[in-house]
C-alpha cells in the first residue's frame, strides 16, 4: 500500500518558495512593471492568509476576486485555498446583473478588487447580501472613493503591513475540499457554478507539467494572457508556481503591443490566450519590429484556432502553436492538438490538418462522442456529442438544478459536438447549445432574443454567432417584424430597445430583418441552417 497523501495547492507554493526563492514574477499593474522572487510572494502570500483568518474568514467560505493578472491575484491564488477558503474568481466582463448574481450565489464574504474595477463595485454594492469586507488591490496610498462605510473597505498593501510572514498554510484540509470556483454563463439564464477542489487544481496542474500535454516546465518563461478570472488563467498560475516557472503577468487592460513587447522584453518562451488576442498579435507583428523568438509555443484555446492563424505563427514567425480544448467544468484541459511522432513526416498541409482539430485527450482523462445510436464511428465523419470523465472535471454545478442535464452517469455532457478519427483526434463541428462566443466570452443568444421579442414590433426573434476575423463570433440577429410594423422599425430602434439590459459588447452586431425564420419540425429555429446562410455575413468587417 502507498501513503495516502492529501493533494493540497498551499504545498505547491511551499515549494516554489523552497526551491526556486530567487525565480521571478513579473507583474504588470497601474503604475508599471514590478518584480518579485518567488521568497516575497510566499511571504506576502502567507500575510494576506493570516489576514483574511483575522478578518474571519472560515473553512469553505468563499473568497471573491475582481481582477486582473498581476502578482496580487497570484497570492489570492494560493492564500485563499491555503486557509481552507474557496478563491472564487469573477468574471469582470460579465453584466453587472450577472456580477451580482454570481457574488451573492457564492455568498461571497470577502472580495479582492483591483482599483480600476473600483466603479463595478461601486454600482453593484447595494445589492451585495453577504460581502462584509472589501479589499482593494492598488499600488496607491488613496483608496478610491466610495459611501461604504470604511470599516469595511480596505487597502491589500496596509493590510499585508499588519499580516504574518510566517502564517503556517492549513494542512488539516480534505483533499476533497472545494478549493476554487468559476462561474459559466448558460445558454440561458444565470450563471453555474463550477467548484475546483484542492485534489482536482493539483492534478490538473501535473497535466499541464506532462511533456506531450502543455510541457510547462522550471525552464519556462510564462505568460498567461487568458485572464485569470477564466478557469483559473487555464491553470497555469498554479503549475508555473509549483514548477518554479518565471511568470509574466500582463496586468489590466493590455494591448497586442503590449504583449509583443513583453514577450521581447521578458523573452517569455510559453503563453496563452484565446484565438482573438493571437489575431490581435499578428497584427502588431506585421505592423511593427518585435523579435518574438524565444516563444516555444503559444498556447490557444477557447474557441477553434483558425488555420490561418496556426499557419502564420508556425511559417512566419517559427513559433510553434498548440491548439488546446477545455471548458470551465473540465478545469479546463481536455485535449492538446500535438502531432504524433509518425505524423511529423507528414505534409504542411496535413499536419496543419491536425493542427487545426482539437487534438487528443490527455492523460488522466477518457472521452467518448455519442450520437443518437450509442458511440459514433471514429472515422473522422460521424459527429456526436463529446462527452468527458475524469479527476479534473466537475461532476455538479454549484446549488443549480441545471446539473441533471450535463452531468450522467459519471459522464460530463459537454453540449459540444465532435468528430473523432481513427488516431483519435477529435474535431468540434458545432453546438448543441447556442452561445455565442466572442473573444473567448460567452454572449447568450437566448438572453438577446428574449429582449428582442419583448418588442411590440417584433414577430419572432432569434440571434446566432457568426464567424468574425477579430472576435472568433459575433452575435447577429434575425428578426421578423409584425405586418404592421414592416417597414417601420429599424435596426437602430430595436438595439436601442435592448441596450439598457446587456453590457455594450453583447449587442448584435447586426440585425437582419427576415419574412420568414427557417424552423425544425418541432418549431425550434433552425440555427444551424442561419448559420450556414450568414457565415461570411461578417467577413468583410
Ligand atoms: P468556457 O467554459 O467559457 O471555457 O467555454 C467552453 C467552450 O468553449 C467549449 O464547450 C467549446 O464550445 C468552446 N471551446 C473551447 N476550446 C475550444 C477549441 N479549441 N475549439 C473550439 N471550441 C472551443
Given at each position: 500500500m502507498m501513503m495516502n497523501v492529501p493533494l493540497l495547492v498551499a504545498p505547491l507554493l511551499e515549494r516554489a518558495e523552497k526551491y526556486f526563492a530567487k525565480k521571478e514574477v513579473v507583474s504588470r499593474t497601474a503604475t508599471g512593471i514590478q518584480r518579485f522572487t518567488y521568497r516575497q510572494i510566499g511571504e506576502r502570500t502567507r500575510r494576506l492568509a493570516s489576514v483574511l483568518t483575522q478578518l474571519g474568514v472560515q473553512k469553505?467560505?468563499?473568497?471573491?476576486?475582481?481582477?486582473?493578472n498581476h502578482h496580487r491575484h497570484l497570492e489570492a491564488y494560493f492564500a485563499i485555498p491555503g486557509i481552507g477558503a474557496v478563491l472564487h474568481t469573477i468574471n469582470?466582463?460579465?453584466?453587472?446583473e450577472h456580477i451580482t448574481y454570481i457574488i451573492n450565489h457564492a455568498e461571497d464574504q470577502v472580495l479582492l478588487v483591483d482599483e480600476d474595477l473600483w466603479p463595478l463595485v461601486e454600482a453593484i454594492k447595494d445589492h451585495l447580501h453577504t460581502v462584509k469586507t472589501f479589499i482593494v488591490m492598488t499600488d496607491y496610498e488613496e483608496l478610491p472613493e466610495t459611501s461604504l462605510e470604511h470599516t469595511r473597505v480596505h487597502s491589500y498593501e496596509k493590510l499585508l503591513e499588519k499580516g504574518d510572514p510566517t502564517f503556517a498554510f492549513d494542512k488539516d484540509l480534505d483533499e476533497n475540499a472545494p478549493a476554487g470556483m468559476c462561474y459559466t454563463s448558460a445558454t440561458t439564464g444565470n450563471p453555474k457554478g463550477v467548484t475546483y477542489t484542492q485534489?482536482?487544481?493539483?492534478?490538473?496542474?501535473?497535466?499541464?507539467?506532462?511533456?506531450?500535454?502543455?510541457?510547462?516546465?522550471?525552464?519556462?518563461?510564462?505568460?498567461?494572457?487568458?485572464?485569470?478570472?477564466?478557469v483559473n488563467a487555464w491553470g497555469l498560475?498554479?503549475?508555473?508556481?509549483?514548477f518554479g516557472t518565471t511568470q509574466v503577468m500582463p496586468g489590466p487592460r493590455f494591448t497586442p503591443q503590449l504583449l509583443a513587447e513583453l514577450i521581447?522584453?521578458?523573452?517569455?518562451?510559453?503563453?496563452a490566450g484565446v484565438p482573438t488576442?493571437?489575431?490581435?498579435?499578428?497584427?502588431v507583428l506585421e505592423a511593427g519590429n518585435y523579435d518574438i523568438s524565444s516563444l516555444r509555443n503559444i498556447v490557444c484555446g477557447g474557441s477553434a484556432a483558425p488555420r490561418g492563424v496556426i499557419q502564420a505563427y508556425e511559417t512566419k514567425y517559427g513559433v510553434p502553436f498548440l491548439h488546446a480544448y477545455g471548458m470551465t467544468e473540465t478545469s479546463p484541459v481536455v485535449t492538446c492538438a500535438r502531432l504524433k511522432s509518425y505524423q511529423q513526416d507528414l505534409s504542411p498541409e496535413e499536419k496543419l490538418d491536425i493542427s487545426a482539430k482539437q487534438g487528443l485527450v490527455v492523460p488522466g482523462l477518457e472521452i467518448k462522442v455519442v450520437g443518437p445510436n450509442g458511440e459514433v464511428t471514429p472515422d473522422g465523419q460521424e459527429m456526436g456529442e463529446l462527452l468527458i470523465r475524469g479527476p479534473w472535471i466537475a461532476d455538479e454545478y454549484y446549488k443549480d438544478e441545471?446539473?441533471?442535464?450535463?452531468?450522467?452517469?459519471?459522464?460530463?455532457?459537454?453540449?459540444?459536438?465532435?468528430?473523432?478519427?481513427?488516431?483519435?483526434?477529435?474535431?468540434?463541428?458545432?453546438?448543441?447549445?447556442?452561445?455565442?462566443k466572442s473573444g473567448g466570452e460567452w454572449i447568450s443568444s437566448v438572453d438577446i432574443e428574449n429582449a428582442l421579442m419583448a418588442h411590440e414590433a417584433v414577430f419572432e426573434a432569434t440571434c446566432i454567432g457568426v464567424p468574425h476575423p477579430e472576435w472568433a463570433e459575433r452575435p447577429v440577429a434575425c428578426v421578423v417584424l409584425k405586418e404592421a410594423y414592416r417597414d417601420k422599425v429599424t435596426k437602430d430602434d430595436l438595439l436601442s430597445f435592448i441596450?439598457?439590459?446587456?453590457?455594450?459588447?453583447?449587442?448584435?452586431?447586426?440585425?437582419?430583418?427576415?419574412?420568414?425564420?427557417?424552423?425544425?419540425?418541432?418549431?425550434k429555429f433552425l440555427k444551424r441552417q442561419l448559420r450556414d446562410q450568414l457565415n461570411q455575413h461578417l467577413q468583410q468587417s
Open positions: 469553505g467560505e468563499r473568497v471573491g476576486t475582481l481582477a486582473w469582470i466582463r460579465l453584466s453587472p485534489r482536482s487544481i493539483v492534478l490538473h496542474c501535473m497535466a499541464l507539467g506532462l511533456v506531450d500535454t502543455l510541457a510547462l516546465s522550471e525552464s519556462d518563461i510564462a505568460m498567461a494572457v487568458v485572464p485569470m478570472f477564466h498560475p498554479f503549475a508555473a508556481t509549483w521581447q522584453q521578458e523573452k517569455v518562451t510559453t503563453t488576442i493571437w489575431l490581435g498579435m499578428l497584427q441545471r446539473s441533471s442535464e450535463a452531468f450522467i452517469d459519471g459522464w460530463l455532457h459537454t453540449g459540444d459536438v465532435a468528430t473523432i478519427d481513427e488516431e483519435g483526434t477529435i474535431k468540434l463541428v458545432d453546438r448543441t447549445k447556442d452561445l455565442i441596450a439598457p439590459h446587456f453590457a455594450k459588447w453583447w449587442l448584435p452586431d447586426d440585425i437582419i430583418f427576415m419574412n420568414e425564420i427557417p424552423k425544425t419540425s418541432v418549431g
